[in-house]
């Protein structure tokens, strides 16, 4: 006799004797592990009061917000970024079926809640996302390990400012204007006499606009030459418009040395997904993440190309987010700053961060140790350092160096007495006269101080955790997930799509 055939096939009986067939329930079909069943699970805990405070009074959604943050959430968790794609997956993807309660919202709908409603509030639900990792033991927030990634922007690549040609045009304009002016002194003093001197080392649309007009009026009667003419001409056609749009371009770069036109926000940064090996530069952004257990405890998302500046602003919103700084943190050369340094000594946080140098000096291979600053002999109480020949370099002055961020370190300048006829000479330096070095004393002590704990074996234990810890996430981002693209634009959306991302990471980890 035969066995049944076991079916989830559900069968109703009518009084005629008639058989219906039932389709089997989306409860049934899920797996109890199935990550999409932690995502249901998290988002119900959370508290989503300021994702609903983001709707307007005076009618209701269509769609509640929560369960429109566990499909994202849910999309961003299964390599899913594109609102038509997650659109088309709540129509055919049982999983996107039994998260939404069948419910079908549109891409529209889907882009307006990502790109809107979850601006400025995202960061909270993350936090309490890691706060029930920390109930769990999953994770504790007293020790991160920090690091960071570039990911290029949904921009174009080949249309961008750059500042250092905007500066270029801005000094040729000046030089040009002051050769117009030279010119038009010599021809015409005596309509100038009374004039008021004009200097340009400031200049803007008004000024040049007003200067362009004397020159004309001083001219009006003179035999001016075919060039000049034509060079007043253009002057006062283009110069005017062209300095109001370069204001423009510098007040949309904010410090920056570039943008993409097609996204302001993005700055060009060189990746390491280069394709063509030619070191070509992308717009992007700079996503810097803090880690413990391979789980992301915070994420930020900078302008800047390289690391130095992100670290006090990335930590300050992790006490934002928190309520507390971490107790220790841990990084590599790339943090390792007078800035960063400080920083960290303030808010009493153990850091085990590199500096520049520290894995250099650790090489086989040196790279010009000897004469090296940082290899110089110092003397503390003669205030001197000796050169690799042994003579005295004499303290010759101080001056201030103000970074980026406004950070202001203070340097010490010293000089050798002769380097004329040393043989070391052409090793030792290519200036002019005697070699003149800065030394930032601050910075050497705690790079001293930084070098005892990170040999300690303490320093140890976490330098060898930090790649292990956070760099997997990065590769688990770009390569598992595919994400190597923001698809939003504007850093604000880029930020929740950082979000997005580390929740989705998280929880995928969580469901492990």
Known sequence: MKKPIKTNVKFKEYSQGQVM???P???EMIDVNHPVRV????????????VIEKYKGGGTSSYHPRM?????VFAYLMNIYSSRRIEAALKENIYFMWISGMSQPDHNTINRFRSERLHGVLRKVFGQVVELLALEGLVSLKEVYIDGTKIEANANRYTFVWGRAIKTNIGRIKKQLEELWAY???LAAEELQDTTPTTFEQIDEKKVEETIAKINEALKDKPVSKKVAQKLTYAKKNWPG??????EQQKILQGRNSYSKTDPDATFMRMKEDHMLNGQLKPGYNFQISTQNQFILLYSIHQTTTDFGTLPVHLNQFEDLYGKMPEVATADAGYGSDENYTFLEENKITAYVKDTYFDKDRTSKPYHQDFHTNNLFYNPQLDCFYCPMGQPMAFIGKRKKVTDNGFEQELSLYQAVNCQGCPLRVVCHNRKGNRTIEVNHRLRKFIQKAREILLS???IKHRKQRPADVEPVFGNIKQNKGFKRFM?????????EAGLLSIAHNLKKWSC
């Open 21 to 23: 067939l039932l389709p």
């Open 488 to 496: 939003l634009k504007g850093k604000d959306k880029v930020e929740i």
């Open 184 to 186: 038009t002194l010599k």
């Open 457 to 459: 074996e303490e320093g």
């Open 68 to 72: 429109l943050l566990k499909v994202v």
């Open 39 to 50: 995502v249901n699970r998290v988002i119900d805990q959370i508290e989503i009061d300021p």
């Open 25 to 27: 329930s989306l409860e």
């Open 242 to 247: 062209n300095l109001a749009k370069y204001d």
